[in-house]
C-alpha cells in the first residue's frame, strides 16, 4: 500500500510546537518587477498577495503573532513616486482586506511613527485598528514608517522623562522597563524571523527584540512567497537547537 507523502503543513503539525511570533522583512517587490520589465510598484501590488499567504499560513499552522515589515524609516528617502504607489497601496490593502481579517479573527496593528502618514492613510490605518479590535486567532503587526533605532530612542525619551520627573531612579531601569516602552509591548519576541530576496542583513528591524530570533532568509522574492515557502521557513525553525546561552542537556 502506497501511503500519501504528507504536505508542509502536515510535518509542521507533526513537529508540535511552532513558534509563537514570526516576523517578516519582505523584501525584494522592485526585482521581481524589474525581472518582468515592470515598474517597481507593480512588484508592490504584486506582494499584497503574499501578505495574505503569510496570514493564513499563520492561521493554519497556529502562530500567535506575525510582525511585517512593510516600510522603514529609510524607505521614506525613495523616490516621491514610489512613495505615493506605496501609501495607494496600503489604502487599498486596507480597503480590501479588512473585513476578511476582521471575519478571520485577526487582529491589525500598525507599528512606527504614523504621524508620517497623510491624513487618509493615517485613517484607513485607523479603520481597520479599530474594526479588526479584538481578534483573537493572530495578532497582525505591520511595520509602517518604522525603524528599530527610532523606536528605541523613543523608548529611552519616555523613561529620560520619568527619570526626569523623579518617579524612575536610573540605576533601578530593568529589560522589561525598556521593553515595556517599544511598540512591541503586548507581544513576545519574535522567535523567528524570515527575510525574503536573499539579503543577509536587518535593515534596522526590531534590533532589541531580536536577541534570540532565529534566522531564515530564503533567495524567494516577496511577491512570489506562498504559504509552502512560509512552511519551509517554520520546518527549517523547527530543526534549530535555541540554547538561549546555555548548554544542551
Ligand atoms: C520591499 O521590496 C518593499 C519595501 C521595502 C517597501 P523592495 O522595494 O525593497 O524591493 P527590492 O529590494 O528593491 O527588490
Ligand atoms: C527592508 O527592506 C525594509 C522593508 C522590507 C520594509 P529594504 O529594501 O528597505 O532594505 P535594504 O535597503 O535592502 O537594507
Ligand atoms: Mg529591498
Same mark, same amino acid.
Given at each position: 500500500?502506497?501511503?500519501?507523502?504528507?504536505?508542509?503543513?502536515?510535518?509542521? /503539525?507533526?513537529?508540535?510546537?511552532?513558534?509563537?511570533? &514570526?516576523?517578516?522583512?519582505?523584501?525584494?517587490?522592485?526585482?521581481?518587477?524589474? %525581472?518582468?520589465? !515592470? =515598474?517597481? +510598484?507593480?512588484?508592490?501590488?504584486?506582494?499584497?498577495?503574499?501578505? /495574505?499567504?503569510?496570514?493564513?499560513?499563520?492561521?493554519?499552522?497556529?502562530?500567535?503573532? @506575525?510582525? !511585517?515589515?512593510?516600510?522603514?524609516?529609510?524607505?521614506?528617502?525613495?523616490?516621491?513616486? %514610489?512613495?505615493?504607489?506605496?501609501?495607494?497601496?496600503? %489604502?487599498?490593502?486596507?480597503?480590501?482586506?479588512?473585513?476578511?481579517?476582521?471575519?478571520? =479573527?485577526?487582529?491589525?496593528?500598525? @507599528?512606527?511613527?504614523?504621524?508620517?502618514?497623510? +491624513?487618509?492613510?493615517?485613517?484607513?490605518?485607523?479603520? #481597520?485598528?479599530?474594526?479588526?479590535?479584538?481578534?483573537?486567532? @493572530?495578532?497582525?503587526?505591520?511595520?509602517?514608517?518604522?525603524?528599530?533605532?527610532?523606536?528605541? &530612542?523613543?523608548?529611552?525619551?519616555?523613561?529620560?522623562?520619568? &527619570?526626569?520627573?523623579?518617579?524612575?531612579? +536610573?540605576?533601578? #531601569?530593568?529589560?522589561?522597563?525598556?521593553?515595556?516602552?517599544?511598540?512591541?509591548?503586548? *507581544?513576545?519576541?519574535?522567535?523567528?524571523?524570515?527575510?525574503?530576496?536573499?539579503?543577509? /542583513?536587518?535593515?534596522?528591524?526590531? @534590533? *532589541?527584540?531580536?536577541?534570540?530570533?532565529?534566522?531564515?532568509?530564503?533567495?524567494? !522574492? *516577496?511577491?512570489?512567497?506562498?504559504?509552502?515557502?512560509?512552511?519551509?521557513? !517554520?520546518?527549517?525553525?523547527?530543526? /534549530?537547537?535555541?540554547?538561549? =546561552?546555555?548548554?544542551?542537556?
Amino acid at each position: 500500500m502506497s501511503t500519501v507523502p504528507s504536505t508542509l503543513l502536515d510535518q509542521v /503539525r507533526q513537529h508540535g510546537a511552532v513558534p509563537t511570533h &514570526v516576523a517578516i522583512i519582505m523584501d525584494g517587490n522592485g526585482r521581481w518587477a524589474t %525581472e518582468r520589465g !515592470l =515598474g517597481r +510598484p507593480a512588484g508592490h501590488h504584486a506582494g499584497m498577495a503574499s501578505v /495574505r499567504e503569510a496570514v493564513e499560513g499563520c492561521l493554519a499552522a497556529g502562530v500567535q503573532v @506575525l510582525t !511585517l515589515f512593510a516600510f522603514s524609516q529609510e524607505n521614506w528617502q525613495r523616490p516621491p513616486a %514610489e512613495i505615493d504607489a506605496l501609501m495607494a497601496l496600503l %489604502e487599498e490593502y486596507i480597503a480590501k482586506e479588512a473585513n476578511e481579517l476582521r471575519a478571520q =479573527g485577526v487582529s491589525v496593528r500598525m @507599528l512606527g511613527d504614523l504621524e508620517r502618514l497623510s +491624513p487618509s492613510a493615517k485613517a484607513a490605518v485607523d479603520q #481597520i485598528e479599530q474594526s479588526t479590535a479584538g481578534g483573537t486567532n @493572530l495578532a497582525l503587526n505591520v511595520c509602517l514608517s518604522y525603524s528599530a533605532r527610532a523606536e528605541l &530612542v523613543r523608548a529611552m525619551q519616555h523613561l529620560g522623562a520619568r &527619570v526626569a520627573a523623579g518617579t524612575l531612579a +536610573p540605576h533601578a #531601569i530593568t529589560e522589561q522597563d525598556v521593553a515595556a516602552e517599544l511598540y512591541t509591548a503586548a *507581544w513576545p519576541d519574535p522567535d523567528l524571523i524570515i527575510r525574503t530576496s536573499g539579503e543577509m /542583513r536587518v535593515s534596522n528591524f526590531l @534590533l *532589541w527584540q531580536m536577541a534570540y530570533a532565529e534566522l531564515h532568509v530564503t533567495p524567494v !522574492l *516577496w511577491p512570489d512567497f506562498t504559504r509552502e515557502t512560509f512552511y519551509v521557513a !517554520l520546518l527549517d525553525f523547527l530543526r /534549530r537547537d535555541r540554547r538561549f =546561552g546555555r548548554v544542551t542537556s
